[in-house]
């Protein structure tokens, strides 16, 4: 059974279809990549899953539960967890305090040293340890996308939506990246749900890609068939993205 079944969703904007019957499945362990022009509807689908929107119609299921049915604030105890396309950290809060967010989001307030105990496993997991006591502002745009999923690795989820976790990295920290989202998946056993643009990253990392274009499903497959199918490549890959 998928664990994130999205079955025929709209999402409308009054007279903007920013969704229009959407489905899409994920199984367990692995790693999807979300793709398509600007406006597509990407962060959108993202939002419904989590439950910032409501659609108008369809369902979306997390391990058989309808989660149209779970209130918002609870979707992170469920186990799903994300990261958002323009950083939400607070700036003025330490990367410790920002990562303790996600944990608290979690866990009972009683379980004050359980929490602690495990953020600092999250930042030295990630790296982070060398700035836990920093505050967020004036951090390298780089270490705070790591402070961002590390906030979401906190919860402990069971499946991780990354929106454009690559956004404003260079080439390094691309490939950095890449690995580090592997590893993840590995050795957490998450299932991921990656929205990205940069295609060297998706291709690489996706073991399924499914394509939106105008809040529509244009397809869906592995990378070498999504990078070889005719309207993928009309609608948003061209033939640069072809050849990546």
């Given at each position: 059974?998928?664990?994130?079944?999205?079955?025929?969703v709209?999402?409308?904007?009054?007279?903007?279809?920013?969704l229009?019957?959407?489905?899409?499945?994920?199984?367990?362990?692995e790693?999807?990549?979300?793709?398509?022009?600007?406006g597509?509807?990407k962060?959108?689908?993202?939002?419904?899953?989590?439950?910032?929107?409501?659609?108008?119609?369809?369902?979306v299921?997390?391990?058989?539960?309808?989660?149209?049915?779970?209130?918002a604030?609870?979707?992170?105890r469920?186990?799903?967890a994300r990261?958002?396309?323009n950083v939400?950290?607070?700036?003025?809060m330490?990367?410790?305090?920002?990562?303790?967010?996600?944990?608290?989001s979690r866990?009972?307030?009683?379980?004050?040293?359980?929490?602690?105990?495990?953020?600092?496993?999250?930042?030295?997991?990630?790296?982070?340890v060398?700035?836990a006591?920093r505050?967020?502002?004036?951090?390298?745009?780089?270490?705070?996308?790591?402070?961002?999923?590390?906030?979401a690795?906190?919860?402990?989820?069971?499946?991780?939506?990354?929106d454009?976790?690559?956004?404003?990295?260079?080439?390094?920290?691309?490939?950095?990246?890449?690995?580090?989202?592997?590893?993840?998946?590995?050795?957490?056993?998450?299932?991921?749900?990656?929205?990205?643009?940069h295609?060297?990253?998706?291709?690489?990392?996706?073991?399924?890609v499914?394509?939106?274009?105008?809040?529509?499903k244009?397809?869906?497959?592995?990378?070498d068939?999504?990078?070889?199918d005719?309207?993928?490549?009309?609608?948003?890959?061209g033939?640069?993205?072809?050849?990546?």
């Amino acid at each position: 059974m998928a664990l994130l079944a999205v079955e025929n969703v709209t999402r409308r904007f009054g007279g903007i279809v920013a969704l229009a019957d959407v489905s899409l499945a994920l199984e367990p362990g692995e790693i999807g990549g979300l793709i398509g022009p600007n406006g597509a509807g990407k962060t959108t689908l993202f939002n419904v899953i989590t439950r910032l929107y409501k659609p108008d119609s369809g369902r979306v299921a997390f391990d058989g539960r309808n989660l149209l049915r779970v209130q918002a604030h609870r979707i992170v105890r469920l186990g799903v967890a994300r990261t958002f396309q323009n950083v939400a950290l607070f700036p003025t809060m330490t990367v410790v305090e920002n990562v303790l967010v996600g944990a608290h989001s979690r866990w009972r307030p009683f379980a004050n040293r359980r929490i602690e105990s495990q953020v600092r496993e999250t930042l030295e997991y990630l790296s982070l340890v060398d700035v836990a006591d920093r505050v967020a502002a004036g951090l390298p745009f780089g270490t705070l996308k790591r402070v961002e999923i590390a906030r979401a690795l906190a919860a402990r989820p069971r499946l991780l939506l990354l929106d454009e976790p690559a956004g404003g990295l260079n080439h390094e920290e691309v490939s950095d990246l890449g690995a580090l989202i592997r590893q993840i998946r590995d050795e957490h056993e998450l299932t991921i749900l990656l929205v990205e643009h940069h295609m060297n990253l998706v291709m690489s990392v996706c073991d399924r890609v499914h394509v939106l274009n105008f809040g529509s499903k244009i397809a869906e497959g592995t990378p070498d068939e999504v990078r070889a199918d005719p309207e993928v490549i009309e609608a948003y890959l061209g033939t640069e993205g072809r050849a990546a």
